[in-house]
Structures are given as structure tokens and as C-alpha cells.
């Protein structure tokens, strides 16, 4: 199985609503990310973690929390957010943080009104 | 200076072309780089992975890395429709773990 699953695919909120999106990747893969990509823009990275612990949060924003509850899986739960924060959100995992090759999963599509 | 540059294109050839993709990238210390194909609408899926100097091949693509004049690039031969698409080069500067990604380049072949 060589395969990144995200749930939902599609996701819309409004701006006083909590959520969570959901990763899920069974590559035995140590590291896992959380970016965000706007419409004709590279992937922004969010959060990585390794080991199941956050090693890198790029100055994100207190209404994004990443949780890893095991290897396995990456939550990135969503409180308050505005809606410039409409984009996709990609998860991606690799066999470990530094060098590897990152695999992204099919993302999620966030509206927030 | 961006991090890592590419010219957004579009970038168009006819069917059966050679495609050339071209990227640089500011950071001497970068190990790692890939390549990676967007579609519209899609995620991100990973083509291409080369992290010394040379040729990498893999079927009818091959990456250019030549970290002297700290460029890489991927060559698509014999351009097919299917591969219209965004091509993303990606740079892991040091041992970070970080991708960082160019803006990208929009190939479009044409029949």
C-alpha cells in the first residue's frame, strides 16, 4: 500500500465552526506533513513531524493544531479560521524528515464563508 | 533571490517533442531535489528524485543536477497531451526535511 488518504475531500466552514481534517498513510513512514496551496501557487509547508512529534511549525497561525496521534495518522484540527484560509490542504509522508522522498495525498478542499 | 526559481511558462511543444524544464536554486547546502507533476485540480504526485551530480533516467524522463551552477532541470521525451500539467521542482535545503518548492512551470503539449 503506497497510498496518502485525506478525509474529507471537500470541507466548508464557517468562520466560528471547529474541524478536523484527517491523514492516514501505512508506508511505515516516520514523518508526516501538513502544507497549504492556494490556486496557481506551490505548496506552503504547515507542520512536519517526526517520530510522532512536531518538529517544524512554519510560524502557522494558533487557529491551525496539528496532532499526530501515532505514526500513522496526522490531524490538523481548525478553529476560528478566516476565510483566507480557503485553499487545499495536502498531507505528505516520507520514510524520514530529512532527504526522503514525500509522498502527498489526494488533499482536502477548504472553504471557509 | 527566491529560493528556488522557475519560469512559470507556459511552456509549449508539439506531441512527440522533447520537454525542458529548468530550475535554480539559491541555497548551496540543498542535498535533495525533485521533481513533481501537478494536475489541475490534483494533489502533487512525486516524478522525479536525484541528489548527486549527473543524468538520472526513469522511462521518458531524465533529471539534470548540477549543483556547481546550482541548477536542475527534466528533460520529457517524446511529449505526450497526458503530460500537460504543472511541473513543481522542489528542493530540500541541508538536512531540514523542508521541501521547498518553485512556483512552478505549466507545460502544455499540444497534438
Known amino acids: 500500500d503506497t497510498e496518502v488518504t485525506q478525509t474529507p475531500k471537500h470541507l466548508v466552514m464557517g468562520m466560528t465552526n471547529k474541524k478536523s481534517l484527517k491523514c492516514e498513510q501505512h508506508?511505515?513512514?516516520?514523518?508526516m506533513y501538513w502544507y497549504k496551496q492556494k490556486a496557481k501557487k506551490p505548496p506552503e509547508l504547515m507542520f512536519v513531524?517526526?517520530?510522532?512529534?512536531?518538529?517544524i511549525n512554519e510560524s502557522v497561525p494558533s487557529r491551525f493544531s496539528p496532532e499526530c496521534p501515532n505514526s500513522s495518522l496526522l490531524n490538523l484540527h481548525l478553529h476560528a479560521l478566516q476565510p483566507e484560509d480557503s485553499a487545499l490542504y495536502l498531507c505528505?509522508?516520507?520514510?524520514?524528515?530529512?532527504?526522503?522522498?514525500?509522498?502527498f495525498g489526494p488533499g482536502t478542499r477548504l472553504t471557509v464563508l | 533571490q527566491k529560493e528556488v526559481e522557475q519560469n512559470s511558462g507556459p511552456l509549449s511543444v508539439p506531441e512527440g517533442a522533447i520537454a525542458s524544464l529548468n530550475c535554480t536554486y539559491s541555497?548551496?547546502?540543498?542535498?535533495?531535489f525533485f521533481w513533481y507533476r501537478q494536475y489541475s485540480g490534483k494533489s502533487p504526485e512525486l516524478i522525479m528524485s536525484?541528489?548527486?551530480?549527473g543524468d538520472k533516467e526513469d522511462g521518458r524522463f531524465t533529471a539534470q543536477l548540477n549543483k556547481a551552477s546550482q541548477y536542475v532541470s527534466l528533460l520529457i521525451r517524446d511529449s505526450q497531451p497526458s503530460d500537460s500539467a504543472t511541473y513543481l521542482c522542489?528542493?530540500?535545503?541541508?538536512?531540514?526535511?523542508?521541501?521547498?518548492f518553485g512556483q512552478g512551470t505549466t507545460l502544455q503539449v499540444k497534438p
Open positions: 536525484i541528489y548527486s551530480n
Open positions: 541555497d548551496r547546502v540543498s542535498q535533495s
Open positions: 508506508m511505515g513512514h516516520r514523518a
Open positions: 505528505a509522508s516520507s520514510q524520514a524528515r530529512a532527504h526522503n522522498e514525500q509522498f
Open positions: 513531524y517526526s517520530y510522532e512529534k512536531l518538529s
Open positions: 522542489a528542493v530540500t535545503p541541508g538536512n531540514t526535511g523542508k521541501l521547498i
